[in-house]
């Protein structure tokens, strides 16, 4: 009997009418430069609601932005990609807004424009002065967001403290305060693993065992190896290790693949995702961090083991989910958190989700460049393959920035390491694609025909590939990886 995930129903949403990429259709547009269109953004987003903030508040970015007004939507608003608050309504969340962080320091760099980087230090500022509770935990992630109307944080349902998928920008937050932000990872750590000689975690920070998702486990290994980076505290690099080994464990005696998440026995833990993607860039981070070769050989193994179980050479994808011990492929009968039959790069279900398959795809790039293997270079070409061959143009559907940005940013990559400029020339088609569906009256929508910016919607991670694509080379991460 194949393995489902539980039946969650989920509320019926507004279509975008039509795809809202009219302007895409003849493949012909002439993108001489995509920095003014982000510096244009960024011009708006900065002005967005101004008048209506005071003190810190003032400094920090608003969650969402109406495109047609260039003011915050109204109280009514509900985000659409996530569930419950995740989306800041009538708010501002630094977690979420850091691809678009990275990008205004990005943008100031290749423009000598200050004004970028002067606003996102300024936000930085702001959040730590109103945004870190008496124990040293930063308020923010999945259950926690600053409404900078009100002046308030605001926490709702389901934990205290959830990092995933995105793993800070640590590099920043040094720069302006390297005693908090040690204080504030070791704290972390300490609140997330229930058993420090095991590396047993907890997504949430209630100190006891729980939903031990590959994605959180990555970023709590990912961040302490790179505060060992700075201390050179070896404890943080062994407890780093001990948490990516815990989640290393729990795989397939014969597949090698790695439980989703190991500890609660339902349906995540029978399977494994394109979420070992997220993973294993964290390892591979960890690993250049620490200068420690068994990160970079755990997430090699697991991405290996991934890419190998999961292709579906009938119809020449990838599965999204497959059983731990036999690599069976699993179809749910629902839509929700977890993948499809397929990996689907253009995902619009429910976020955050466990289908990450750009992410598997830019460790593929990584592990070939490290490797040279042939397994991680036959996943790079049908990566490629199959986002070519399935841009929202294309097929007619619709999604968001994110995803745009994502594959994008693999095309450019794969292209160059691979010397395929048929994959470059689909990179920049894409991008001129993303552009014409996004960009509007001088900021770039969520996804088309939303006519609404907002930080969920992973619009930093397409102007990061923008640049990337634009220059030739990776934009200065600033600790934050795709």
């Known amino acids: 009997m194949p393995l489902m995930p539980p039946v969650v129903r989920q509320k019926r949403q507004k279509k975008p009418h039509g795809n809202g990429c009219d302007g895409a259709k003849n493949h012909n547009i002439a993108v001489s430069s995509f920095l003014d269109k ?5 011009d708006r987003l900065a002005a967005a609601g101004a008048g209506q903030r005071s003190g810190a508040a003032a400094q920090m970015w608003v969650s969402a932005v109406d495109t047609h007004t260039g003011c915050p939507p109204g109280v009514e608003h509900i985000p659409k990609r996530v569930y419950r608050l995740i989306g800041a309504p009538r708010g501002s969340t630094l977690y979420w807004d850091q691809p678009l962080v990275v990008a205004a320091y990005g943008l100031t760099d290749l423009t000598g424009k200050p004004q970028y980087a002067q606003s996102a230090d300024r936000y930085i500022e702001a959040f730590l002065a109103r945004c870190v509770a008496g124990n040293g935990m930063f308020q923010w992630g999945n259950h926690r967001y600053y409404d900078v109307f009100d002046n308030r944080i605001v926490a709702f349902s389901g934990g205290d403290h959830e990092l995933r998928p995105i793993t800070p ?6 720069r302006h305060d390297p005693d908090r932000i040690s204080a504030y990872i070791r704290t972390m750590a300490r609140r997330h693993v229930y058993d420090p000689m095991s590396g047993g975690f907890n997504r949430h920070d209630d100190g006891k065992k729980g ?4 994605e959180a486990g990555g970023i709590l290994a990912e961040s302490l190896s790179w505060l060992y980076s700075k201390t050179g505290d070896a404890e943080l690099r062994d407890m780093a290790l001990r948490i990516a080994q815990y989640s290393y464990r729990h795989r ?3 597949t090698g ?3 989703n998440e190991p500890d609660m026995g339902r349906w995540d833990s029978k399977v494994s995702t394109s979420e070992v993607g997220v993973w294993a860039q964290s390892l591979l981070r960890a690993g250049e961090y620490s200068s420690t070769g068994t990160f970079i050989e755990m997430a090699s193994d697991a991405t290996r083991a991934y890419v190998e179980h999961a292709y579906d050479s009938a119809s020449g994808l990838y599965f999204g989910q497959v059983t731990v011990d036999e690599g069976i492929p699993v179809a749910p009968n629902e839509t929700g958190y977890w993948p499809r039959l397929h990996a689907d790069i ?3 279900d429910q976020w955050p989700t466990h289908d990450y398959p750009m992410a598997v795809a830019d460790a593929c790039v990584s592990l070939y460049a490290l490797t040279r293997k042939q397994t991680f270079l036959d996943a790079v070409q049908r990566w490629a393959r199959i986002a070519l061959g399935s841009s929202p143009l294309r097929t007619g559907r619709w999604s968001y920035a994110e995803n745009y940005g994502r594959c994008i940013h693999f095309l450019a990559r794969a292209g ?4 395929d400029e048929h994959v470059l020339s689909g990179a920049r088609a894409l991008a001129d694609e993303a552009v014409a569906c996004l960009y509007e009256n001088g900021m770039f929508q969520g996804y088309p025909g939303g006519h609404l ?3 969920v919607d992973g619009v930093g991670f397409l102007f990061l590939a923008l640049m990337l694509l634009e220059t030739g080379a990776e934009a200065n991460l600033q600790g934050f990886g795709f």
């Open 211 to 214: 939903h031990a998702f590959l």
């Open 346 to 348: 253009w995902n619009t």
């Open 252 to 254: 397939g005696p014969s």
């Open 169 to 174: 920008a640590w590099d920043l937050f040094w």
């Open 453 to 455: 910016y907002e930080s």
């Open 38 to 42: 982000i510096a244009s953004h960024f």
């Open 257 to 259: 693949l790695l439980s």
């Open 416 to 419: 160059r390491q691979l010397g």
